[in-house]
């Protein structure tokens, strides 16, 4: 892919972000929460020397830092962080946010939670999603097979919430403002699910927000309708969380977020993401498509496709300045 190519990539993703997820949300908000939460706190004055760490110096890899692609770009300046969200420790929600911490931009791939993964040592359909790691392996089972789907690429760091999680955080907020776009209704009485909301423009609180990013059976395209839906709610709820209640909300993150991220390393990216806009954070789908076989539902990644679209985000260079 030419840099021209890469540009015009870069402008098409900023125009969709009205589909930005759970990414955002988590990336600028639980990722540098601690971060957030010390400025707070303490104020600017007193993180200076946080703030002017060499972010990369105490970074290393709990995945992928022996692969092909990260020796490709030993010398990138990006920070990984493997976003979770689960209910009942299954992980509906895999995102990985990958935060240049010298071009201050955010881009955050989603992999479905349908994405085949194959364990010989889990038998059974349900344990070949890649959902289903973390229950029986845990968090850095997790960040190796999504290093694994992305083509090798470093995870440093991970979060992980929990639906009762996202609900208080959204309650902190006040509530979202959302345009619900359909009757959303589904009951399933084994997940202690029951879903019922109104389409229409309103503020949904914590309970009505995961029901909102729970629900995907109306959806023509099943679960990769539901992150798209997932995505446009997270974007509202980050540009709402900047707002005057933000001191709450991040205190609410820091308690509802699991995370390997220390204190100074957190504050060190908050620093570096000072100054950043909606622009800069682009989201993506992990390549591939919806296949049924073994008597299972999956989503199978196109490993050609996700290489390139891997190795155009790590190669994105500084827009050239207009000649004038």
């Known amino acids: 892919m030419s840099r021209g190519d890469r540009r015009n990539s870069r402008k098409k993703k900023k125009s969709s972000f009205g589909?930005?997820?759970?990414?955002?949300?988590?990336?600028?908000?639980?990722?540098?929460?601690?971060?957030?939460?010390?400025?707070?706190?303490?104020?600017?004055?007193?993180?200076?020397?946080?703030?002017?760490?060499?972010?990369?110096?105490?970074?290393?890899?709990i995945a992928g830092g022996d692969s092909d692609f990260?020796?490709?770009?030993?010398?990138?300046?990006?920070?990984?962080?493997?976003?979770?969200?689960?209910?009942?420790?299954?992980?509906?929600?895999?995102?990985?946010?990958?935060?240049?911490?010298?071009?201050?931009?955010?881009?955050?791939?989603?992999?479905?939670?349908?994405?085949?993964?194959?364990?010989?040592d889990y038998p059974g359909a349900a344990h070949q999603k890649i959902n289903s790691i973390y229950k029986t392996e845990?968090?850095?089972?997790?960040?190796?097979?999504?290093?694994?789907?992305?083509?090798g690429v470093p995870i440093h760091f991970y979060d992980v919430i929990s639906d009762d999680g996202v609900a208080r955080i959204?309650?902190?907020?006040?509530?979202?403002?959302?345009?619900?776009?359909?009757?959303?209704?589904?009951?399933?009485?084994?997940?202690?699910?029951?879903?019922?909301?109104?389409?229409?423009?309103?503020?949904?609180?914590?309970?009505?927000?995961?029901?909102?990013?729970?629900?995907?059976?109306g959806y023509p395209t099943g679960d990769l309708g539901r992150v798209e839906a997932q995505q446009s709610f997270m974007k509202e709820a980050f540009k709402q969380s900047m707002g005057f209640g933000f001191p709450k909300v991040a205190k609410t993150v820091v308690k509802e977020v699991d995370t390997n991220m220390k204190a100074g390393i957190a504050a060190r990216i908050a620093g570096k993401a000072l100054g950043m806009h909606t622009e800069d954070i682009a989201t993506y789908m992990a390549p591939g498509a919806a296949s049924r076989f073994n008597g299972a539902s999956y989503y199978l990644v196109d490993e050609a496709q996700v290489d390139e679209l891997m190795n155009a985000i790590y190669s994105m260079a500084p827009p050239e300045e207009d000649a004038g």
């Not at 908000?29 to 993180?47: E, N, Q």
């Not at 976003?83 to 989603?110: A, C, P, Y």
């Not at 009757?183 to 029951?194: F, I, K, P, S, V």
Request: glycine share 8%; net charge negative; charged share 25%.
């Open 70 to 120: 990260a020796r490709k770009y030993k010398d990138s300046k990006r920070v990984n962080v493997l976003l979770l969200g689960h209910n009942q420790e299954l992980t509906d929600t895999i995102m990985l946010g990958s935060f240049d911490t010298e071009l201050k931009r955010v881009d955050v791939i989603s992999v479905p939670r349908d994405t085949y993964y194959e364990r010989p």
């Open 170 to 217: 959204v309650d902190a907020m006040g509530g979202v403002t959302m345009d619900v776009p359909m009757d959303m209704r589904y009951t399933d009485a084994e997940q202690g699910l029951n879903i019922d909301l109104k389409q229409g423009v309103q503020t949904l609180n914590g309970d009505q927000a995961v029901q909102f990013l729970r629900f995907r059976k």
């Open 19 to 61: 589909r930005v997820f759970l990414p955002i949300f988590l990336t600028l908000l639980a990722v540098f929460t601690v971060g957030l939460f010390l400025i707070d706190k303490f104020g600017i004055s007193r993180l200076t020397d946080y703030f002017s760490g060499d972010v990369m110096s105490d970074v290393s890899p």
């Open 138 to 151: 845990g968090v850095e089972a997790m960040a190796a097979a999504v290093s694994n789907v992305l083509c």
